[in-house]
């Protein structure tokens, strides 16, 4: 029988996510994901002995053939095993997720929407940074001194030549 979180029984949409790292991660670059914090671990601790550690070998431990609460040790040790893309694949299947709506403005290194859906056999559309859009249209087209008003009919065009896979905006300007 194949592990999976008990709430995958009812539909999920993943109303933001970003995609996953697609590499094989070094432990101590697998521990700095596990924490939002950018100071590094105290000498005898990890990542995986705090809450969202516990939870993480809680939950996704058994999906990986490791027994809840697996060793910290033992963890990321599966993880080089199996290789990212088993994880990957394994994790985004055992969430049973319906949908998702992925943030595309977040980093280059991760997988892609389309490599997202394939990952969880399921739908994956496009939440559009808006940062992202005019950068793009800055790239392509530095502002010369008071075109602020062409920039601004530039950004409108591209907003309505988007696909029908873009279903939300995003800003992080604040």
Request: net charge negative; glycine share 6%; proline share 6%.
């Amino acid at each position: 029988m194949q592990f999976r979180f008990p709430f995958a029984q009812y539909p999920l949409l993943d109303a933001h996510c970003h995609g996953v790292v697609t590499h094989d991660l070094a432990d101590t670059e697998f521990e700095a994901l596990a924490s939002e914090s950018r100071l590094l671990a105290r000498p005898g601790w990890s990542p995986l002995d705090s809450p969202v550690g516990l939870a993480i070998r809680r939950w996704c431990a058994p999906v990986l053939d490791l027994p809840e609460h697996a060793p910290t040790a033992e963890y990321p040790r599966q993880r080089r095993e199996l290789g990212s893309a088993e994880v990957n694949r394994r994790l985004m299947r055992a969430a049973g997720l319906q949908s998702m709506l992925v943030d595309t403005g977040f980093g280059d290194d991760l997988a892609s929407r389309n490599e997202l859906a394939t990952l969880a056999a399921a739908p994956a559309h496009e939440v559009l940074r808006l940062e992202t859009l005019a950068e793009t249209l800055l790239a392509e087209s530095p502002l010369d001194n008071g075109a602020a008003g062409e920039f601004a009919e530039r950004f409108e065009a591209a907003l309505d030549d988007l696909g029908s896979d873009v279903v939300a905006f995003k800003s992080i300007l604040a």
